[in-house]
């Protein structure tokens, strides 16, 4: 305890460093601007905001991946509220009580109350976060190749037996992420593989960035365009330094179920399939069963819009820890994180406490100050955020393409990296517009690279039998966890056809 | 075409994809190397089979219209999105196509120019604006504090246009 004590002192050494300040603050400006642009989340800013932070040393660019990653949590409220359309998935349960809230004529209450929620939701999972990481890291230690491959397993199980979408689709998408991941030269036999046509750019292989932002930057884009055409109604937000201690000082009416809301989103938040989304809509669901009024949910009660917001922010610090601890990302913008660790020269996974405390505890310090940050620079900006969400998006289109091609570009300089780019874009907004989920792919062509050596140098251990992975104690457990994930949606199937009149209702 | 149609044609495309990848896979050795383990094949052959029997599960699933989309008679891309959409990528598969010509920075010029005017509609104040500060920024952005190249054209357009930048920035 006292170890954690100290560390975490020298992590707000850190994170205070003027560089790192500064990078800070930034990303949560950025944050919260790309948090509150319908369309665009926290995955979407880090992955083209990601070829910027070459510019920075490795430990003040993820404080700013970071901070973008929670001011967006905090952002994507502010949409919600105003336009009545969520300004990123996560957000979409705090529309619920928000909107109402804001057509009543209050919601300047419903900001006030959002934010503070994302406070405390946030607090309470980074200091979760700084009691859990270290010894799971140690814990984390004893880890093989075996259990390596394991966790890779279990993280890709769990879209499988916890996601809601399509199963073959599902599947697909994380397959297609791990044989694009291949591309290139193979590292253990140095062979080049998969060079379609000859094509000598596939040689350095695909980039996780090229799939990341032709997904999350052109695919989404093309997205939005479609969705919005461009044209979204506001409304009015009047604040007053007297009406934000009000909404404060009411606050405590639902301290409960913001606090349980936070314990809730941390959990939920580090499982691969899950994240923010599902945790707001879980807490939006228990704070409205807990309520003593659960008939005023959906009609404009705060509660409705504290507990989503609070489990939504500590979703995100939940998903860094098994990326941080394990090298397991907990989400597709920590897989995106982990991907930039590594182009940073860091691995992910237990030997990042020991081998590089300061970038480790900068982060975790960086997560308290962006907290604080968030929570102020959300109160006092939000007129001047309300009017940049009324920008049309013909503007933010062309210059958020820009950002695409140029980020494309930064990694391995290649044109044909651009082309491939502007493929993904559209294949996945064409996938994603027939129920395929485009996350796991992400997750995949992140992980790929890890998982395959894994799995290749375990076969070696074991000259070639498969059953190492079931044999050694840790790995085993972690392979059954993932085999039952994998096998509980034919359960469900089984269970559904010997009783057709229930129809699920996930 | 509607939401079915594509459906089928999206998961024929994408078995054919997996049949690709398991024959440029196939090249490789796909077995036991000895000593060295499973071949540099095995592990993408194999991922590619995955891929193939669930684009065949989706097809089968197609015909007994099990999901959701196989049922769907709705339009895939409505006309008025699909204007859009087909623009914007047209528009940034022009942007590639010219800049190994002109640079990136005058093929991102008329790319803003287009999308800003054309497509936005919006004045010409606001057009040039943004047509001017983006490669701008980018400019020094990339060139400058990352000292990252971007593609400059032919050496006509790159001597006339950037050599007197990178004596001031140089």
């Known amino acids: 305890m006292e170890d954690i004590i100290g560390h975490l002192a020298s992590g707000f050494g850190e994170a205070l460093q003027p560089v790192n300040l500064m990078m800070l603050v930034i990303g949560v400006m950025v944050g919260l601007f790309v948090g509150a642009l319908p369309g665009l989340g926290s995955v979407n800013g880090v992955a083209i905001l990601l070829p910027l932070t070459f510019l920075v040393p490795p430990n003040a660019a993820i404080i700013f991946l970071a901070a973008i990653y929670y001011g967006a949590m905090y952002g994507g409220a502010i949409s919600s509220v105003t336009l009545g359309i969520p300004g990123a998935s996560t957000a979409v349960a705090t529309v619920f009580d928000g909107r109402p809230l804001a057509t009543q004529g209050k919601a300047d209450v419903a900001l ?52 809601s979408d399509d199963i073959p689709k599902t599947v697909f998408s994380i397959l297609i992420g791990l044989v694009l991941a291949t591309i290139g ?17 596939f040689m350095h292989g695909i980039n996780f960035l090229v799939l990341a932002i032709g997904i999350y930057g052109i695919g989404e884009m093309l997205w939005t365009l479609e969705q919005t055409g461009g044209n979204v109604m506001v409304h009015k937000v009047k604040t007053s330094l007297a009406g934000i201690w009000k909404s404060m000082a009411a606050f405590k009416n639902y301290m409960g179920i913001t606090s349980l809301s936070g ?87 237990p030997l990042l406490f020991t081998e590089h405390p300061d970038f480790v505890w900068g982060l975790i310090g960086s997560l308290y100050i962006a907290n604080i940050f968030s929570l102020i ?115 469900k199937l089984a269970r559904g056809r010997a009783k057709p009149g229930e129809i699920e209702t996930v | 075409m509607t939401v079915r149609t594509a459906e089928i044609l999206m998961a024929i495309l994408m078995a054919l994809l997996s049949i690709a990848f398991m024959m440029k896979s196939a090249e490789l050795n796909i077995g036991w190397v000895k000593d060295r383990g499973p071949g540099a094949g095995a592990w993408p052959f194999w991922l590619a089979t995955g891929m193939l029997i669930c684009c ?68 010409w104040g606001m057009t040039l604006a943004i047509t001017i500060a983006m ?21 006509f357009i790159e001597e006339l246009l950037f050599y007197p930048l990178y004596d001031l920035i140089y």
């Not at chain 1, 949910?297 to 989503?308: D, E, L, Q, Y």
């Not at chain 2, 196509?97 to 990136?104: N, Y």
């Open chain 1, 185 to 201: 030269l193979d590292i253990i036999s140095g062979r080049p593989r998969l060079i379609f046509f000859d094509i000598p750019g």
């Open chain 2, 135 to 155: 490669p701008v920024v980018v400019f020094c952005l990339f060139e400058w504090a990352l000292t990252i190249s971007l593609p400059k054209g032919v050496s």
């Open chain 2, 56 to 123: 065949l599960a989706t097809i089968v699933r197609w015909f007994l219209r099990a999901t959701p989309e196989s049922r769907s008679t709705a339009i895939f891309i409505p006309s008025s999105a699909l204007t859009m959409v087909v623009s914007t990528v047209a528009a940034l598969a022009f942007l590639l196509l010219l800049t190994p010509w002109i640079s990136i920075y005058l093929a991102l010029m008329l790319f803003l120019v287009f999308y800003l005017k054309v497509m936005g509609g919006h004045g």
């Open chain 1, 112 to 163: 006030v109350t959002a934010a503070t929620a994302s406070f405390i939701g946030g607090t309470i999972s980074v200091v979760l976060f700084t009691l859990f990481a270290p010894p799971l890291a140690d814990f984390a230690l004893r880890f093989g190749p075996p259990e390596e491959f394991a966790l890779m397993l279990l993280a890709f199980a769990t879209f499988v037996g916890l996601g």
């Open chain 1, 377 to 491: 620079i959300n109160l006092a900006f939000i007129p001047i955020f309300v009017r940049v969400l009324t920008m049309p998006f013909t503007i933010l289109a062309p210059i958020i393409f820009t950002l695409c091609i140029v980020g494309g570009y930064a990694p391995t300089q290649t044109l044909h990296d651009l082309w491939l780019m502007l493929l993904f874009g559209v294949v996945g907004y064409l996938l994603r517009k027939l129920d395929y989920p485009v996350a796991p792919a992400v997750l995949a062509i992140v992980l790929g690279p890890i998982a395959e050596p894994a799995m290749r140098q375990s076969l070696l251990l074991s000259q070639g039998d498969p059953t190492i992975f079931f044999t050694r104690p840790i790995s085993g457990i972690i392979m059954i966890i993932a085999i039952v994930l994998i096998l509980l949606p034919l359960v």
């Open chain 1, 263 to 349: 314990l809730l989103g941390y959990f939920v938040g580090m499982l691969p399939a899950a994240g923010a989304t599902p945790a707001s809509l879980m807490a939006y669901g228990l704070a409205k069963t807990f309520s003593k009024d659960g008939d005023s949910f959906g009609k404009g009660n705060p509660a409705g819009v504290a507990a989503p917001e609070s489990a939504n922010n500590a979703a995100s610090t939940g998903s860094m820890l098994p990326m941080i601890t394990l090298g397991i990302p907990g989400s597709p913008t920590t897989a995106i994180l982990l991907g930039g660790m590594i182009i940073w020269g860091l691995r992910p996974g």
